[in-house]
């Protein structure tokens, strides 16, 4: 599986690179602030979810530690995903947040 850092995260889309970003959080912890271009999707309902997601796109999973968005990616990559799993989660963070 492929991984970045926040730091490479945080820097690409500094650089105006568009990243998909999947935040697999519960939804009281995406309340604390989430990076501003994702889309929330709970690990509990990405199986049901993705159908929404297009095999065609590179998707960077986040989540608290990076352990949840591990297993988010590991499940999406099995399902023919191509996936980026962010090493640290938000609780490395420093960018902007949305609320």
Same mark, same amino acid.
Do not use: A, C, R, Y
């Given at each position: 599986m492929k991984t970045m850092?926040?730091?490479e995260v945080e820097q690409q889309l500094a650089a105006g690179v568009k990243l998909?970003?999947?935040?697999?959080r519960e939804v009281d912890e995406v309340q604390e602030g989430k990076i501003a271009s994702a889309i929330?999707?709970?690990? !509990?309902?990405i199986e049901f979810r @993705?159908?929404?997601?297009?095999? +065609?796109?590179?998707y960077v999973m986040v989540c608290r530690?990076?352990?949840r968005s591990g297993l988010a990616a590991r499940f999406l990559e099995?399902? !023919?995903?191509?996936?980026?799993? @962010?090493?640290g989660g938000m609780? +490395?963070?420093e960018g902007p947040l949305e609320y």
């Open positions: 850092t926040v730091n998909n970003i999947i935040d697999v929330h999707i709970p690990l !509990g309902l @993705m159908h929404e997601l297009d095999k +065609n796109q590179e530690s990076g352990n099995g399902q !023919g995903f191509s996936v980026i799993n @962010m090493l609780m +490395n963070w």
